[in-house]
């Protein structure tokens, strides 16, 4: 789509599913498939799937068994990702089927991580992209920062990352284990730069977001973490029940034989990383509650309230709702046809939404005249594209931010350079019901 072309309106994406989705976005969206995604029942896009996967939760067994890949995980974080269930909903639910809390404390610190890492996205922005912390080692010359094709062909001899990468192609979901494996492998074994993985998983997963994912990779490569994340063979034989490793033809010679100690050797020669302690953040600030009350507004769902649920499409349920498909986020992310099929499957079930595809601030002041409406409400979020539109909006219309049902009580909140030292500060308001 060119820089200054007029927008697109897609509402009658909006009523198809499955492949007869896939084959109308691949025409009508530039650049994200040719429409042969593999697409699994269990991540169709909408509040009803979700809301069925939520039933199946069952806090106890996930804590048990979450570690092994066959264990009882939510795989709730497509839908948490798009706003279509909220933190704070699923800690609710899970503490519903416990007698005790600290029953469901797993599960809800799990919960917490993702909380954690949109506040660290809140208060750096875009930074979040490029290295917190000095890396575990120094940087490859001449720089790795492409994905490897023997890698994004699934022809690498190594059992367990060839299953990983086709199952990320085909479905747009792993385990968190196996994310960890790959990324580990890739980053220090290979010595490919996190960047390069990040961006490549964020172009394929359901539930990627820039926040959870990139410093999910940070954390793995040590630019965001006491130290960097490595894995054996033994933790993966353990928590596969050997799948990978049995007939694997690389099996007492592939690159994650030995001990951590052995590994680290290895990957990080006389460059041994060291434990840090010392990176404090600073959270921003919550914004005061809008002085702006809009008598007729537009609300615009975005990537992170993709839903009829959004706060912004709660606290105005009768007003007129567009989500707007953004060519510079197609061109940044280049997500899969997969990714766009689940979205517009999640809008689908959010009402009477307008679809568009163009420049969100054109759009919004566009359709805010045509519906006459007096401002624009959003969910509240941290992403810096987000607040970018914002601004252009503003210029012309109010915008008024909307939050979500909270998930904990950050008052205590002064540094979140560490889960820890945030989990500590939030982790038993965390563990309350809403309205407790």
């Known amino acids: 789509m060119a820089a200054n072309a007029p927008p697109i309106r897609l509402d009658h994406l909006l009523a198809l599913h499955g492949t007869a989705l896939a084959t109308s976005l691949a025409a009508a969206v530039p650049d994200v498939g040719d429409g042969s995604d593999s697409i699994e029942p269990m991540h169709r896009g909408g509040r009803r799937a979700a809301l069925a996967r939520l039933a199946a939760v069952d806090p106890i067994s996930y804590a048990r068994s979450r570690n092994h890949v066959s264990g009882a995980v939510t795989s709730l974080s497509p839908w948490i990702r798009h706003g279509v269930l909220s933190l704070a909903e699923v800690r609710d639910a899970a503490l519903a089927r416990v007698e005790r809390p600290e029953d469901a404390a797993k599960l809800v610190s799990e919960l917490g991580w993702r909380d954690y890492w949109r506040q660290v996205h809140d208060a750096l922005g875009d930074a979040i992209r490029t290295d917190l912390e000095p890396p575990a080692a120094p940087p490859r010359h001449p720089p790795r920062d492409?994905?490897?094709?023997?890698?994004?062909?699934?022809?690498?001899?190594?059992?367990?990352?060839?299953?990983?990468?086709?199952?990320?192609?085909?479905?747009?979901?792993?385990?968190?284990?196996?994310?960890?494996?790959?990324?580990?492998?890739?980053?220090?074994?290979?010595?490919?730069?996190?960047?390069?993985?990040?961006?490549?998983?964020?172009?394929?997963?359901?539930?990627?977001?820039?926040?959870?994912?990139?410093?999910?990779?940070?954390?793995?490569?040590?630019?965001?973490?006491?130290?960097?994340?490595?894995?054996?063979?033994?933790?993966?034989?353990?928590?596969?029940?050997?799948?990978?490793?049995?007939?694997?033809?690389?099996?007492?010679?592939?690159?994650?034989?030995?001990?951590?100690?052995?590994?680290?050797?290895?990957?990080?020669?006389?460059?041994?990383?060291?434990?840090?302690?010392?990176?404090?953040?600073?959270?921003?600030?919550?914004?005061?509650?809008?002085?702006?009350?809009?008598?007729?507004?537009?609300?615009?769902?975005?990537?992170?309230?993709?839903?009829?649920?959004?706060?912004?499409?709660?606290?105005?349920?009768?007003?007129?709702?567009?989500?707007?498909?953004?060519?510079?986020?197609?061109?940044?992310?280049?997500?899969?046809?997969?990714?766009?099929?689940?979205?517009?499957?999640?809008?689908?079930?959010?009402?009477?939404?307008?679809?568009?595809?163009?420049?969100?601030?054109?759009?919004?002041?566009?359709?805010?005249?045509?519906?006459?409406?007096?401002?624009?409400?959003?969910?509240?979020?941290?992403?810096?594209?987000?607040?970018?539109?914002?601004?252009?909006?503003?210029?012309?219309?109010?915008?008024?931010?909307?939050?979500e049902r909270r998930f904990c009580d950050r008052s205590r909140v002064r540094d979140v350079g560490r889960f820890s030292r945030y989990w500590n500060a939030v982790s038993a308001s965390a563990l309350r019901p809403t309205g407790d």
């Open 146 to 403: 492409r994905m490897p094709d023997d890698v994004l062909e699934a022809r690498t001899g190594m059992a367990c990352i060839d299953a990983f990468v086709r199952r990320l192609h085909d479905t747009g979901w792993l385990h968190n284990h196996e994310r960890m494996w790959l990324a580990s492998w890739l980053v220090h074994v290979r010595g490919i730069h996190w960047r390069a993985g990040a961006d490549w998983f964020l172009t394929h997963l359901l539930d990627g977001d820039p926040a959870s994912n990139h410093l999910s990779w940070q954390w793995i490569a040590g630019t965001f973490s006491a130290k960097p994340y490595l894995f054996n063979r033994e933790n993966l034989e353990t928590y596969t029940s050997g799948v990978h490793c049995r007939d694997c033809r690389l099996r007492g010679r592939c690159d994650v034989e030995g001990s951590y100690d052995d590994l680290a050797a290895r990957c990080f020669a006389s460059a041994a990383p060291s434990g840090r302690t010392s990176l404090r953040i600073t959270p921003r600030a919550e914004a005061p509650p809008a002085a702006c009350r809009p008598v007729r507004p537009l609300v615009w769902l975005t990537l992170d309230s993709a839903a009829a649920g959004s706060p912004a499409a709660a606290a105005c349920p009768a007003a007129p709702r567009v989500f707007v498909i953004d060519p510079e986020w197609l061109r940044d992310e280049r997500p899969a046809l997969k990714r766009l099929v689940f979205l517009v499957e999640c809008l689908g079930e959010a009402g009477d939404v307008e679809l568009w595809l163009g420049d969100p601030a054109h759009v919004l002041r566009d359709r805010a005249a045509a519906h006459g409406c007096d401002a624009v409400t959003v969910a509240s979020g941290p992403c810096p594209r987000n607040r970018l539109v914002e601004g252009a909006v503003a210029a012309s219309l109010p915008v008024v931010r909307v939050a």
